[in-house]
């Protein structure tokens, strides 16, 4: 959504300025060394002050929060501070603040966290065009704490099944106040960690609409320097999985079983279920795993459908069958394994699947399934297509290429087009890759025949035997990292004894698939689009022509000609030629006489067989840069009657 030159001028403004557009309900709790941030952030807001209703709420600090925020009421109006004693979790000074609250909108601003200046605006007008019930807006990570969702898309409704959107379920989004009245929603008060997940879940699935601002820095979750953010709490998981089940029952009491329920509860399995089963539940002796894996077992049984088990990757995979199957001792060799510095390298079959190498995977004296291993479908290629440019006629691209946990071997440039398929091998090194991609032996070593050429990458890896052993291969098109038109622009190429081409580089729509279109005929995409001339005449009818155009990749021997045309002649005319650098021409003919009319000008490019006649523009014509030079040539009659004037 484009956002307007001045924001601030684009603020709400009128009679009604009072009223506040949104709540800022912050909760804190000893969080003093982080309130000029936070705080600032809202205070700093590009919509009107007047627009916003701060309300802090003191959930019993005791490291000078208090005083600081009284301080704050003190120089900004819209700030109310609200006290009580320590809850225990950010729940109980939210519903404060949401019982407080007057604004047609609430945010919910964590205290060590920050908005980015613009936020507020963006999201309450994305509310108000859409009729939102929720608006999320783009999260960010900062010191270390990693952004829970990426969202790329702005969208003005989403679904909860189709969308990242549930993956995160954390209060710091944008509500409409009278939905969150309607269905009485609130936090669960007394809870550390996940007391905002029954109140995100059922403000999702009751919501008319969804929206989402993607394009848009509005949320920066910053992590503690001192570790202490509440979901890098040692806890009691029993209790906690205990309390998961509860809210996943309810979950399960809204959404039918089938997909649907089955695609959000695998967000659960990775959030909440398998969660605590990395660190935490190393760091417990033999009893405490076992307590844990009992009270993790419940939630297994009721919300672990085969269709969930298939949706995660094989690291959580395999914690699911272990819990699910009672492996105990399984469970903690792989959660051990995950903590490893170097993973093994996955195994590859001769079928060309995938399997995490983790332990007892093929082990006859365990009974773990090869689908628990299996990663095939989640070898994805990561590339980037780092710089392309043409250099004497052969194209050079260059970039990264790997494939995840498997690294990768050999790389390749795949040109395709209408069932025709050739390989160009790549120069591949510590993850980037080059090549050269020379039409002129591009086929196998002959040249490359005309059309439209799809470029893709492909990658392949070998298994542990080495490239006598199965691989495993994966391609994807080249994108292009920028959209510069540089190397876009149409140039002759050579194809050895098949003759020039014009060559150009474009981007597919709308995916910005990289294309090479190799045209013999040069009629697709024309050479010479900034030719550009003039035409200076005497009295006694001589004319000088000039004329000036890049030309990329223009053979030495190639002939330059300034011609005369008109609906039934072509008149060649004599052209000096001077080659300037950066592919830089200027081309000139001095016409002495010549056969009386009004001619359009252009300029016959020959290359060996190929041959254009590229129609001039006049230098310094309108903006579009479509108006044909003309040259009027008088006749006979016409200029001995000048000679006679000139006489007498």
Known sequence: MPAPDDLVAAAPAGPDTMTPTVSVIVPVHNTRRYLDRSLGSVFAQTLDQRRIEVIAVDDGSTDGSAEWLAEQARRHPNLTVLHQEASGGAGKPRNAGLDRATGDYVFFLDSDDRLGPEALLRLTRMAEKCGSD???????????????????????????????????????????????????????????????????????????????????????????????????????????????????????????????????????????ILMPFGAAYLARDAAGRQRMAAAARPLVARHLTDRVLAALPPRLRLRAHCLRAGLDDELTAVVRADTAQEPDRPHIDGDGRVYARYPYFRDPQHALPDACYDLTDRVVLRQRLIRRRWAGGVLHLRGTATLPWLGGDTVEIVLHRSGATHRVPAHYADGAWQAAVDPATAADGGPLSGGIWGLKIAVTAHGTEGADGPAFRREAWLVPEDDTEEECVPRIVGRGPAGPAVAALFLSRPHGHLHLDLDPDGVRRPLGGDLRGAADCTRSGRATLTARLTLPGCPVDAELRLILYDATRTVPLRTTVERGAADHYTVRSLLRSGPPGTWRVALRVTAGPLCRELPVRTAGGPADGRTPLTLTVPGAGSLARQLRRRRG
């Open 134 to 272: 929720v608006v999320y807006g783009r999260i960010v990570g900062a010191d270390g704490r990693a952004a829970p969702v990426e969202l790329r898309t702005t969208s003005e409704k989403v679904s909860v099944f189709d969308s990242p959107v549930y993956w995160s379920l954390a209060a710091y989004k944008l509500f409409r106040r009278s939905f969150l009245e309607e269905h009485r929603l609130r936090f669960v008060e007394g809870r550390l960690l996940a007391e905002d997940l029954p109140f995100g879940i059922s403000a999702l699935l009751r919501a008319g609409t969804v929206s989402v601002l993607a394009d848009h820095d509005c949320y920066y979750l910053h992590g503690r320097d001192d570790n202490s953010n509440a979901s890098r709490q040692d806890m009691d998981w029993c209790e906690y999985l205990a309390y998961i089940g509860t809210v996943l029952d309810g979950l399960a009491a809204e959404v039918p079983p089938g997909e649907q329920r089955d695609t959000l509860m695998v967000r659960h399995f990775h959030g909440e």
